[in-house]
């Protein structure tokens, strides 16, 4: 086995003959995916990705109506078109649908169907972990939607600011519907980013270097790693939220030790940072369209990709941005309106290059660019906006007013929507070969571009007369009855567009397939000649336009005349690179289609709906079907490959499977204990935040366990995670198992010595906030412990059947990694409720 220099000679290919056909039909056999009932199976990126952003589109629709809803009863003034409280429901499910079931699932899904051909690769590393994200995404969704029919959709809007949301002001289902179902999407996205990041790093072709990267992937690499940060603060506020609700723990109540503001820290973290991951998938997939539009490679092109991760730095210091009327210090007030005016910059730096880029190209109107071009139009009026909002005296008159509401449908349809369109245009082709008509894109483009103008430009006027936002009605003496008129025939002017672009979608895809080819003449790897198994071969990169730097790959592709160009082992499979350089590691093993995913998304589901609506013993049953569904899933995976090594070119062999650093499992590991880790995060932050608002700390009645307790729970978390130092040193050996069990011993000990601890001090979460946030940690802590103990039984069960051998070692690495992490999460928790009273 042996590794080569791939860039030695750029004229000599991996095969330097064609491969025989048998090869091909060998290949198209191994990934041919399943019809009839079984579709529902299917787990590559094509099936996965078109029914995401179909699903995706369906609920923008959705969210549209309502949207058309509201300005319908706006229309006029003194309008029972819609009851107060019916109006209340419709706005929070406009905003909650559009934000998190439309805006930010359409971008994964995109690339989810983009990415793998656009790196070069059969499939992501882990396509039934997209499959289980897309069914949880899908099936909680519309099951989320369909509250709206019951009566029981939330109503405390999209942000959910307590104490509106508590039980005291919300006593029924509604928000509980919010806090659970969107909980539980969340960590549907949050799969998706593993899924990701993992891919982009280490299945792209051989030569592409990062450096060779399309923008585009660099734009999700940026956003999948904003996810990992952002959205475990929106999973933890949920959960405080829903645990006051549920256990009357008050972490949001003031009267009892409580804090609101803790809920906007939160949300915010989760909020502002959310705005910036809709945008950058959309600035990514705007750098890859205007350099094919414009017929030159793109200006500036490293600048541009410093300017994406600029822009994802920066968005973490702005959640303050929408608390500037909640009563923070002018200091802190002005570090944020500096940093919301400063992340100006780099995107500043993505649109002149791209001006500059069809400057030096010769552009030819088509739907994309039109679409482009209207994006621009609109984002940058945007962008000024918020510019205007980041001056904190501007921003006390116009805060909860529809300036706010221009602003941000300006940000967002201008940021992401109008380059989404433009991008389902410009890859349409990808689907059945037909392109959409550019006759009637004329039509979309104009209804789209004017309505949007029409409908959300007078909001600016209106929210400077002083309409507040989130009302159901007005009176025609306040003098904004022309306006609201306006914005309403605007809107239905949008709509329209949208209905014919939804006419000629189905009509495109209701034509004969034909040849894809490659209709744009673009240079990215996604037009190459493809299959369920991706393309024939899996192409070299020599440059950042690979078809544009050597035309005649696609043909080399086609004949199999790169790397992989059949199936070496009789398993779906696809090449490892290293993360940097992209030169290639091993032969990666691919799960096959499976209905478990499906499974184990429609327990997870059915666990948080029916919790939710309090029919507890149905709801524990799907989760112990989710749970049985996702072992069942991993058991099938982390084998021994069917040989140790293949023959992926004439002059390279590959190793089949890795182990240890170099595997994605242990990667995705990382990632998730990573996420992991911002979740406790954030309980500690909320800890911290009440303890500093206490005049005692702790609160009368409460105290600090005794550091017996304690200090014998660290013992106890230490010498788990020696015995599983221990454990992967017997790998192979008969003691493996009884070490495992040993430490798992060590690790209930230990919580239950933390826990007893606790109780013997007092501790009742309901007395107060600081109790309660103790008690949030605690709960999280019994989570991780009740987790382990599954996962060390099923480490133990695989060993026992012969699957844990040094060819197939991944479930007691990763095994390994969690222990570790719990035992260091405990020990945290310990020192921080132990020291910080005292330092107070």
């Not at 290919?13 to 199976?41: C, D, I, M, Y």
């Not at 923070?328 to 919301?340: H, I, T, Y």
Request: proline content about 6%; charged content about 10%; some cysteine.
């Amino acid at each position: 086995m042996h590794t080569i220099d791939i860039d030695k000679d750029s004229d000599t290919l991996p095969n330097s003959l064609p491969r025989p056909a048998h090869e091909l039909a060998q290949l198209e056999a191994v990934w041919k995916s399943p019809t009839g009932w079984r579709f529902f199976s299917r787990v590559n990126n094509t099936s996965i990705g078109l029914l995401y952003i179909g699903t995706a589109l369906l609920f923008f629709i959705l969210a549209g109506i309502l949207g058309l809803m509201i300005r319908a009863q706006l229309a006029v003034p003194d309008n029972h078109l819609l009851s107060a409280a019916t109006y209340n429901q419709v706005f929070t499910m406009h905003g909650t649908v559009m934000m998190f079931l439309f805006a930010i699932p359409v971008v994964e899904a995109i690339a989810v169907y983009l990415l793998p051909n656009m790196l070069g690769a059969r499939d992501l590393p882990f396509p039934r972990l997209s499959a289980y994200a897309f069914w949880a995404y899908a099936i909680g969704g519309l099951a989320f939607f369909c509250t709206l029919f019951a009566g029981l959709a939330p109503d405390g809007g999209w942000f959910m600011y307590p104490p509106l949301t508590g039980k005291a002001y919300s006593p029924g289902l509604n928000a509980d519907f919010w806090l659970l179902g969107i909980g539980f999407i969340e960590i549907s996205a949050i799969a998706g980013a593993i899924e990701l990041i993992v891919g982009i790093l280490f299945t792209r072709a051989p030569g592409m270097s990062l450096g060779r990267m399309p923008v585009y992937a660099w734009a999700m690499l940026v956003v999948a790693v904003m996810i990992v940060f952002a959205f475990p603060a929106i999973i933890a506020g949920t959960a405080l939220l829903e645990l006051e609700r549920a256990y009357d723990w008050p972490f949001f109540i003031a009267e009892r030790g409580g804090d609101p503001l803790l809920w906007q820290h939160l949300f915010w973290f989760f909020g502002h940072p959310e705005v910036y991951i809709i945008f950058l998938p959309a600035a990514g997939m705007v750098s890859t369209m205007i350099p094919t539009i414009a017929g030159t490679p793109l200006v500036g092109r490293r600048a541009v990709v410093v300017a994406l991760v600029g822009v994802g730095f920066f968005s973490f210091a702005l959640w303050a941005h929408h608390m500037f009327t909640a009563g923070l210090g002018v200091l802190e007030a002005s570090l944020v309106s500096a940093a919301s005016m400063a992340v100006a910059i780099p995107t500043a730096i993505q649109v002149f290059a791209w001006i500059a880029t069809l400057w030096r190209g010769k552009v030819t109107i088509t739907a994309p660019a039109l679409f482009l071009v209207g994006f621009m139009f609109i984002f940058v009026l945007g962008g000024l906006t918020g510019v205007m909002v980041a001056v904190l005296p501007f921003d006390w008159q116009v805060h909860d007013t529809y300036f706010i509401v221009a602003h941000l449908h300006y940000v967002l349809i201008g940021g992401m929507l109008f380059p989404v369109f433009a991008g389902l245009y410009y890859w349409m082709p990808l689907i059945n070969g037909n392109a959409m008509s550019e006759r009637l894109s004329r039509w979309v483009f104009g209804l789209m571009f004017g309505g949007f103008n029409v409908a959300f430009f007078p909001m600016h006027i209106t929210g400077l007369l002083g309409m507040p936002r989130r009302v159901y009605t007005y009176s025609s003496e306040m003098g904004w009855d022309a306006l609201n008129m306006v914005s309403t025939i605007g809107a239905f002017g949008f709509a329209l567009g949208v209905l014919l672009f939804a006419f000629d979608a189905v009509r495109t895809l209701r034509q004969a397939e034909r040849e894809v080819g490659n209709p744009w003449n673009a240079a990215t790897l996604e037009w190459l000649p493809s299959e369920d198994h991706g393309t024939r071969s899996i192409p070299r990169i020599d440059g950042a336009d690979p078809l544009w730097d050597r035309p005649s790959l696609s043909k080399e592709v086609e004949q199999g005349r790169h790397y992989l160009p059949g199936t070496a082992s009789g398993l779906r499979e696809t090449i490892l690179t290293s993360p940097l350089a992209a030169i290639p590691r091993a032969v990666f093993i691919l799960p096959t289609d499976s209905f478990w995913p499906l499974i184990g998304a429609a327990g997870t589901a059915g666990f948080f709906l029916l919790l939710t609506m309090q029919l507890t013993w149905l709801a524990w049953a799907c989760g112990l079907s989710a749970v049985a569904a996702i072992v069942v899933w991993l058991w099938e995976t982390d084998r021994a490959p069917p040989q140790s090594s293949a023959r992926v070119a004439a002059d390279l062999v590959l190793p089949i499977g890795v182990s240890g650093k170099d595997a994605p499992g242990w990667w995705a590991t990382v990632i998730m204990l990573v996420v992991d880790a911002t979740i406790f995060a954030a309980f500690a932050f909320a800890f911290i935040h009440l303890s500093m608002r206490l005049t005692v700390c702790p609160p009368p009645g409460s105290s600090v366990p005794a550091p017996l307790w304690q200090g014998a729970a660290v013992a106890l978390l230490l010498a788990g995670s020696c015995l599983m130092v221990l454990a992967r040193r017997c790998l192979g050996r008969a003691l493996l198992p009884w070490l495992v069990l040993a430490a798992l011993a060590c690790l209930i000990a230990a919580f239950a010595s933390d826990l007893h601890g606790h109780q013997a001090s007092g501790l009742d979460p309901t007395r107060d906030g600081w109790s309660a946030s103790i008690g949030a940690m605690l709960a999280y802590q019994g989570l991780h412990v009740a987790g382990m103990s599954i996962v060390a039984l099923y480490l133990c069960a695989r060993h026992w059947r012969g699957h844990v051998t040094t060819r197939s070692r991944a479930t007691l690495d990763n095994t390994a990694m969690m222990w570790h992490y719990t035992s260091l999460q405990g020990i945290v928790l310990a020192a921080l409720v132990y020291f910080l009273p005292r330092w107070m």
